[in-house]
């Protein structure tokens, strides 16, 4: 077992002096953020690594804010601070419900959406609702300059992204929700509170599009484009439909059963997360 006193970590001041670091280590170096996920992976020697890049206080990677038509939160913004953010509540409500839904208040200080998305958890909180706004993924390397990436072409698997080695997550941009949009976030857990996901669901519903993208139902998160078809097509539905579209999501997930939960139950919550939340937003 790897004791946190064995840990060998670096705290650069800049992008430039991170992105060197990782350059020149690669695959010996990982970045280290809000910890919160990693010092569990550390303790149980799931992840090891020769040296740890802190980048949670670098600058660059602070910043919420939105220019020319998209909102952008840097990698280090923790969820405390996502759910805090006035923008945030108002341009993207539903990351930030989805924030506040983050275990405690001491991990909503400490962990952070570069941390959700570099340990790529079907189940991550913030995950299904950057699927949803339809959100990219930015990462920066010394050699190759800055790339922006689609969030559903980020992940590839649990714990695998198209991360390099070289390179470092930096934030996320995604267009702002329309004033008005219709939109529901719903996370199912053991518990009421700090609780990994069972399912997650984040809805969002505007003038002919819909977006339905699921947690912890698949290996990524995913979206269930079958059920945003027939939402899109639907001009008024009514109680009959909503639960038709519901029952589509049973062909859409791939869940696997594990200590949480069956594939079955998963399946069929699925499906009633996504009737509750329709009939919230459609009042049906």
Known sequence: MLLQSELKVVAPRTLAEALGLLAEHQDRARPLAGATDAMVRIKEGQWRAPLWVDIRRLPELQHIDEADGLVTVGAAVTYGRLLRSGLIRERAPLLAAAAADVGAVQIQAMGTLGGNLGTASPAGDTIPPLFALDAEVGLCSAQGGERWVPAESFFLGPGRTVRRPDELIVGARFAPQPPGERWKWQKLGLRGAQAISIVSLALRLGPGFARV????????????????????????????????????????????????????????MACALLERGLREVLTV
Not at 215 to 234: I, N, S
Not at 252 to 263: H, K, L, Q, T, Y
């Open 213 to 268: 993208a699921y947690g912890a139902v698949g290996p990524t998160v995913l979206r269930a484009r079958k059920c945003e078809a027939m939402l899109a097509q639907t001009a008024a539905p009514d109680a009959a439909a909503v639960r038709s579209i519901a029952q589509m999501a049973w062909k859409e997930v791939v869940p696997i059963s594990d200590v949480r939960a069956s594939a079955a139950y998963r399946q069929q």
